[in-house]
Protein backbone atom coordinates (compact mmCIF):
# COMPACT_ATOMS: atom_id res chain seq x y z
CA UNK A 1 0.00 0.00 0.00
CA UNK A 2 2.78 2.41 0.41
CA UNK A 3 5.21 3.77 2.62
CA UNK A 4 5.98 7.13 4.64
CA UNK A 5 9.34 8.32 5.44
CA UNK A 6 10.90 11.84 6.64
CA UNK A 7 13.28 13.23 4.37
CA UNK A 8 15.12 16.56 5.02
CA UNK A 9 12.62 17.09 7.53
CA UNK A 10 10.02 16.83 5.43
CA UNK A 11 7.03 13.62 4.63
CA UNK A 12 7.47 11.87 2.10
CA UNK A 13 5.23 9.23 1.09
CA UNK A 14 6.01 6.20 -2.38
CA UNK A 15 2.90 4.49 -3.47
CA UNK A 16 2.56 2.11 -6.59
CA UNK A 17 6.10 3.28 -8.00
CA UNK A 18 5.57 7.43 -7.28
CA UNK A 19 6.93 9.85 -5.11
CA UNK A 20 4.44 12.01 -3.04
CA UNK A 21 5.91 15.24 -1.32
CA UNK A 22 4.70 18.84 -0.43
CA UNK A 23 8.43 19.91 -1.26
CA UNK A 24 8.01 19.60 -5.49
CA UNK A 25 12.08 19.87 -5.34
CA UNK A 26 12.54 16.65 -3.32
CA UNK A 27 9.57 14.24 -4.64
CA UNK A 28 11.47 15.34 -8.36
CA UNK A 29 15.19 14.43 -6.62
CA UNK A 30 13.66 11.12 -5.03
CA UNK A 31 12.31 9.98 -8.64
CA UNK A 32 15.62 10.66 -10.14
CA UNK A 33 17.28 8.93 -7.67
CA UNK A 34 14.94 5.94 -8.07
CA UNK A 35 15.48 5.96 -11.16
CA UNK A 36 18.84 5.94 -11.46
CA UNK A 37 19.27 3.30 -8.51
CA UNK A 38 17.27 1.00 -10.53
CA UNK A 39 19.14 1.49 -13.50
CA UNK A 40 22.32 1.21 -11.54
CA UNK A 41 21.40 -2.32 -9.53
CA UNK A 42 17.98 -3.16 -11.44
CA UNK A 43 16.27 -1.88 -8.00
CA UNK A 44 14.49 -4.52 -5.94
CA UNK A 45 15.12 -8.03 -6.73
CA UNK A 46 12.74 -10.00 -8.75
CA UNK A 47 12.20 -11.82 -5.56
CA UNK A 48 11.56 -9.60 -3.42
CA UNK A 49 8.32 -10.07 -1.33
CA UNK A 50 7.53 -5.86 -1.09
CA UNK A 51 9.76 -4.40 -3.67
CA UNK A 52 8.10 -1.11 -3.30
CA UNK A 53 9.37 -1.61 0.82
CA UNK A 54 12.52 -1.92 -0.64
CA UNK A 55 12.77 1.03 -2.26
CA UNK A 56 11.73 2.97 0.61
CA UNK A 57 14.40 1.68 2.38
CA UNK A 58 17.14 2.40 0.42
CA UNK A 59 16.02 5.79 -0.31
CA UNK A 60 15.76 6.46 3.49
CA UNK A 61 19.48 5.07 3.64
CA UNK A 62 20.78 7.24 1.15
CA UNK A 63 18.89 10.33 2.27
CA UNK A 64 19.78 9.49 6.03
CA UNK A 65 16.07 9.51 6.33
CA UNK A 66 13.56 7.74 8.17
CA UNK A 67 11.34 4.86 7.71
CA UNK A 68 8.08 6.33 9.63
CA UNK A 69 5.14 3.96 8.35
CA UNK A 70 5.10 0.94 6.17
CA UNK A 71 1.71 -1.44 4.79
CA UNK A 72 3.12 -4.18 2.77
CA UNK A 73 2.34 -4.27 -0.77
CA UNK A 74 0.62 -6.97 -3.44
CA UNK A 75 3.53 -8.19 -4.28
CA UNK A 76 2.44 -9.13 -7.19
CA UNK A 77 0.48 -6.15 -8.95
CA UNK A 78 3.84 -3.61 -7.26
CA UNK A 79 6.76 -6.33 -8.98
CA UNK A 80 5.46 -5.78 -12.36
CA UNK A 81 5.08 -2.23 -11.91
CA UNK A 82 8.86 -2.29 -10.65
CA UNK A 83 9.83 -5.20 -13.30
CA UNK A 84 8.53 -2.30 -16.02
CA UNK A 85 10.23 0.66 -14.79
CA UNK A 86 13.52 -2.01 -14.91
CA UNK A 87 13.14 -2.89 -17.93
CA UNK A 88 12.69 0.91 -19.37
CA UNK A 89 15.51 2.10 -17.67
CA UNK A 90 17.93 -0.35 -18.24
CA UNK A 91 17.22 -0.29 -22.26
CA UNK A 92 16.54 3.30 -22.61
CA UNK A 93 15.99 4.47 -26.35
Not at 6 to 22: D, E, N, P, S
Not at 36 to 57: C, H, K, M, Q, Y
Not at 68 to 91: D, I
Request: with cysteine.
Amino acid sequence: MGALLRIRGQKVFLRKGYWRCADTVLETELTRVTESWIRETGGPALSANDPEFEVAREMARRYRGKLLSHVPTRGRSVARLYFSKRQLLLFPE
